[in-house]
């Protein structure tokens, strides 16, 4: 029963739809030299341009509103990327049961600048606080993010990130 849901009837809607275009379509062209007498002298050749043309603005009309139903489809992203400040990430996104954002689950992952490799975090002993900053196993060094000069401890950065993913997702 699935299987004709999914395959069966979009097929023939299809057709169906095609078969409608094919009929409109001939119809027009048989009517056009009645209703315009002076079409009669027309070359065929303008005629099948006058098809064509017809085609591809039906074509057009369906692309838009394929667009316009895409659109008004919920945006759950399961994946997407961007930088913050100095440095790139990218973040595999999770939806879970539940219609609230903690319902959401980001795994954001930060790339080393030069060879776009997963970082890991790296705890650093400020005097006030611990933090974490992002290392690198292949450049054997930390990049951290920074604004300016200043240092963005890697849970604020992750927070960030966050807050900007769950602010371009629909839940
Ligand atoms: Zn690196």
Redesign the pocket.
């Given at each position: 029963m699935n299987y004709i849901k999914q395959h069966i009837i979009p097929m023939a809607i299809a057709a169906l739809g095609s078969f409608v275009v094919y009929i409109l379509l001939s119809i027009f062209s048989d009517m056009l030299p009645v209703l315009l007498p002076s079409l009669k002298e027309i070359a065929v050749v303008v005629y099948i341009k006058m098809i064509l043309l017809l085609i591809a603005i039906i074509l057009i009309l369906v692309l838009i509103i394929c667009a316009i139903i895409n659109k008004s489809k919920p945006h759950k992203p399961r994946a997407m990327s961007g930088k913050f400040h100095n440095i790139e990430w990218s973040a595999e996104i999770e939806y879970r049961e539940g219609r609230e954002y903690r319902d959401v689950r980001t795994h954001i992952v930060w790339l080393?600048p030069?060879?776009k490799t997963p970082l890991s975090l790296k705890q650093m002993d400020a005097p006030n606080a611990k933090y974490h900053t992002l290392y690198?196993s292949?450049?054997k060094k930390t990049?951290d993010v920074e604004n300016k000069g200043e240092i963005i401890p890697a849970e604020n950065a992750d927070m960030t990130v966050r807050r900007e993913i769950l602010k371009n997702i629909d839940i």
């Open positions: 080393c030069k060879y690198c292949k450049c990049h």
